[in-house]
């Protein structure tokens, strides 16, 4: 398509339509938490850039947090499953486009010339999570990481784990993979999580909710309950520590998922059952009252595309315990306590480490602000735009 600009001459325009559907969900976990945060910096490059027209696919009308400049449209199509493969399909075969931006790893049956995915990790690969995921879902994963390394232009991944995933399980040209880290936690002004007041009531309706008293030190972990997180051993390295380390409590906090019973199992096993809490979904003020409680952040999973919650335990300065493999020791770089996660003496060494030795302490957490510099959700979106009007 092209139009006149204001002199006669020609300006060469795209139609950019963008799968918004995980924008805003009732209990959003780390793919609609992607889309969020990249789309509220994402729009207003978009808008900057006037003469491209951009389409927003929802499932049903959503507020955007950035206004939406004129050349930004929503389109509303409502329908109840299969979403993407059935609905947005019919959208692309019926009103052309140039170009598609999905953030959430599944590309409708339907494409334009250019279809750009995000796929944030491939863990369902990993011969240690082969019982982590119901047949149905791997087998959905696998043909839309196939049909994605086939039919993309190109693949967003976050990290350069995934990326050598792709390439490994897939064997996927490099050239088409752009490796787009997500940002940080934004600290600037009133969004500083560290100058949030808190009224007295705010306070004790979370502890009550949680199972915690103003007193108790804990260990915080935030992410689904579910086996590739490790959350097993990470019980049995927390009942180790708790020998040496009394009176402290360890809260598990997120949806469960596959595994999260062998996890209450283990807690139960090793006579912690008291002390391990599992808060299920927390809300986001939930999340900030835990994080500035806390004393460590442990994220000992065994497979993660990025690791965002690393990079929250670094804004809110707290000590953070992960895994020396996969994205996270890319992630978490030298501003972390890198373990095996296959080794519960390790993982409990590490708990002991960073509840003792306050030199480390201090070290991690001045690591970890100069870390969280790194990740910019402006810098995120900016090469996202790049990618989409390349």
């Not at 930004?72 to 059935?86: E, S």
């Not at 140039?98 to 995000?118: C, G, Q, W």
């Not at 959905?140 to 990481?145: G, H």
């Not at 579910?226 to 019980?235: A, F, G, H, I, P």
Request: with cysteine; proline share 5%.
């Amino acid at each position: 398509m092209r139009i006149f600009n204001f002199y006669g001459s020609f300006l060469s325009t795209m139609i950019i339509g963008i799968d918004a559907s995980r924008y805003k969900t009732k209990e959003p976990t780390g793919v609609e938490w992607y889309s969020y945060h990249l789309l509220n910096y994402l729009i207003p490059i978009l808008g900057r850039d006037h003469h491209h027209e951009v389409r927003l696919y929802l499932q049903q009308d959503t507020k955007f947090e950035p206004e939406l400049p004129f050349n930004v449209q929503k389109r509303i199509l409502r329908f109840k499953r299969f979403w993407t493969l059935l609905r947005l399909s019919m959208e692309m075969s019926r009103k052309k486009i140039d170009v598609l931006f999905v953030p959430s790893h599944i590309l409708p049956l339907f494409l334009p010339k250019k279809a750009v995915v995000t796929v944030h990790d491939l863990a369902f690969k990993d011969p240690r999570l082969q019982h982590a995921y119901p047949r149905k879902e791997k087998f959905l994963l696998e043909w839309s990481t196939h049909k994605a390394v086939k039919k993309a232009y190109k693949i967003i991944v976050p990290s350069e784990a995934t990326k050598l995933d792709l390439i490994k399980y897939y064997k996927c040209e490099e050239t088409k993979i752009v490796v787009i880290p997500h940002g940080g936690p934004d600290l600037t002004g009133d969004n500083n999580p560290l100058l949030r007041k808190w009224k007295p009531n705010e306070k004790e309706a979370i502890l009550k909710r949680v199972g915690l008293s103003d007193k108790d030190l804990t260990i915080l972990y935030v992410g689904r309950i579910e086996m590739k997180k490790n959350l097993v051993r990470l019980v049995e390295a927390f009942s180790r520590f708790n020998k040496e380390f009394p009176g402290w409590k360890l809260v598990l906090a997120g949806k469960n998922g596959i595994g999260n019973e062998e996890v209450r199992a283990k807690a139960k096993e090793v006579g912690v059952e008291d002390l391990v809490l599992f808060p299920g979904y927390i809300t986001e003020q939930e999340k900030v009252f835990l994080f500035e409680k806390c004393r460590i952040f442990a994220f000992p999973s065994l497979y993660e595309g990025f690791g965002l919650p690393i990079l929250e335990a670094f804004a809110y300065r707290r000590p953070v315990l992960t895994s020396h493999g996969s994205s996270m020791a890319e992630i978490a770089g030298d501003a972390a306590f890198l373990a095996n996660p296959e080794k519960v003496e390790e993982l409990s060494v590490g708990l002991k480490r960073l509840a003792s030795d306050g030199m480390l302490i201090s070290r991690y957490i001045q690591k970890g602000e100069e870390r969280l510099k790194k990740f910019s959700w402006d810098e995120a979106a900016q090469k996202t735009y790049e990618v989409l009007t390349g």
